[in-house]
T-cell receptor, first 115, second 113 residues
Framework: GAVVSQHPSRVICKSGTSVKIECRSL??????MFWYRQFPKKSLMLMAT?????????EQGVEKDKFLINHASLTLSTLTVTSAHPEDSSFYIC???????????FGEGSWLTVV | GIQVEQSPPDLILQEGANSTLRCNFS?????LQWFHQNPWGQLINLFY???GTKQNGRLSATTVATERYSLLYISSSQTTDSGVYFC???????????????FGQGTELSVKP
């Protein structure tokens, strides 16, 4: 069964609004989660590292004020796309490492469309 | 940082054929995983294989860490194998950061009936 769950799987929002995507580790605690973005026909690009109880670490070129990350508990990280623009439309996916073992698991991903 | 290159970028197979996908990486790694991304975007973990050989049904993978490459073998391919296959690595010291994966560009596989 799923180890990491993401919600919503699809969301459509209007330009200028904000949208929140949740990433949950289902049966383990994750002090660190990762957020990726994928454009059509492209690979996954790491956006940021979400750290429980502290600020997220953003990759170069990622706007921290646009992509707000909150990791308020050991099982939940959220990504909020603020003042969304059509160019923010993309596939967003999160990951976490299970505490037992080294395998990294991904959520189902979230398709964001900004109209 | 670590560079990950996958080949070929695209592959078309007739159902029943075998194939080999390759992943080269530029430095030592703590973790290497192969994923299959289905048409809905979901990443299915195929193998955790930083070294050695593993098999799971019609799929097998081999990583030769000293030579910095990994191979994914698909035998007797089926139409349901279609999709994009990604190799992703987590760097060793000084790159390892608790689960940060660097992805290759993927191989898009199309299996025709």
């Amino acid at each position: 069964g799923a180890v990491v769950s993401q919600h919503p799987s699809r969301v459509i929002c209007k330009s200028g609004t904000s949208v929140k995507i949740e990433c949950r580790s289902l049966d383990f605690q994750a002090t660190t989660m990762f957020w990726y973005r994928q454009f059509p026909k492209k690979s996954l690009m790491l956006m940021a590292t979400s750290n429980e109880g502290s600020k997220a670490t953003y990759e170069q070129g990622v706007e921290k004020d646009k992509f707000l990350i909150n990791h308020a508990s050991l099982t939940l990280s959220t990504l909020t796309v603020t003042s969304a623009h059509p160019e923010d439309s993309s596939f967003y996916i999160c990951s976490a490492r299970r505490t037992s073992g080294n395998t990294i698991y991904f959520g189902e991903g979230s398709w964001l469309t900004v109209v | 940082g670590i560079q990950v290159e996958q080949s070929p970028p695209d592959l078309i197979l007739q159902e029943g054929a075998n194939s080999t996908l390759r992943c080269n990486f530029s430095d030592s790694v703590n973790n290497l995983q192969w994923f299959h991304q289905n048409p809905w975007g979901q990443l299915i973990n195929l193998f955790y294989i930083p070294s050695g050989t593993k098999q799971n049904g019609r799929l097998s993978a081999t990583t030769v860490a000293t030579e910095r490459y990994s191979l994914l073998y698909i035998s007797s391919s089926q139409t349901t194998d279609s999709g994009v296959y990604f190799c992703a690595v987590e760097g060793g010291v000084p790159y390892n950061q608790g689960g940060k994966l660097i992805f290759g560009q993927g191989t898009e596989l199309s299996v025709k009936p």
